[in-house]
């Protein structure tokens, strides 16, 4: 037996509670990121959000996802960039500023544009700040972001 008050609208407020979902993109050309060497940077190249964050602080601002509520999330990242030279360039997922262990990379030629994406899971704590970082393997390298992608969604537990 169902309450008398469970409607659509009521539904849909109970789910809110349940999930959580935020995403930044870069739809067409970033600006360079800062010249990118052995030591992974933050990607700096966000430039707008993917739909409404829910339980989540999305910012393009400081490159950043902050996680409100405790769970467990999918992250996923679609990458597409261009160098100027040939270059192995790697991409990471970072919570709190140390590495989740969730990578990819890509060998691009001269000039190429080359495209990546990683998957996982994250067991995320409230206030957890997820990121992602970029390094080149060998010389410095100037990277720009194109049609890029990097969003979360969960399950609250």
Same mark, same amino acid.
């Given at each position: +037996?169902?309450?008398?008050?469970? @409607?659509?609208?009521?539904l849909?407020?109970?789910?809110? =509670? ?7 993109? =870069? @739809? ?14 933050? !990607? $700096? ?8 964050? /829910?339980?989540?602080?999305? *910012? ?6 902050? !996680? ?5 999330? +999918?992250?996923? /990242? ?9 270059? +192995? #360039?790697?991409?990471? !997922?970072?919570? @709190?500023?140390a %590495?989740? $262990? #969730? *990578?990819? $990379?890509?060998?691009?030629? $001269? ?13 995320? +704590?409230?206030?957890?700040? /997820?990121? #992602?970082? !970029?390094? *080149? ?7 720009t ?11 609250? %537990?």
């Open positions: +037996e169902y309450p008398e008050d469970l @409607n659509a609208d009521r849909w407020d109970i789910l809110d =509670q349940l999930r959580s979902y935020g995403g930044l993109s =870069q @739809n067409g050309t970033g600006g360079g990121q800062t010249t990118v060497a052995d030591t992974p940077l933050k !990607v $700096n190249q966000w430039a707008s959000f993917m739909g409404t964050p /829910v339980n989540m602080t999305v *910012s393009h601002g400081t490159d950043d996802i902050i !996680v409100h509520k405790t769970g467990i999330y +999918e992250v996923h /990242v679609h990458i597409s960039f261009a160098t100027a030279t040939a270059a +192995e #360039i790697k991409f990471h !997922v970072y919570v @709190n500023g %590495s989740a $262990n #969730i *990578s990819t $990379n890509r060998i691009t030629s $001269n000039t190429d544009k080359g495209s990546c994406s990683m998957t996982g899971v994250l067991d995320l +704590e409230a206030g957890d700040i /997820v990121t #992602i970082y !970029v390094e *080149s393997v060998a010389a410095a390298e100037d990277i972001l194109s049609e890029s992608q990097f969003w979360i969604a969960g399950r609250i %537990s």
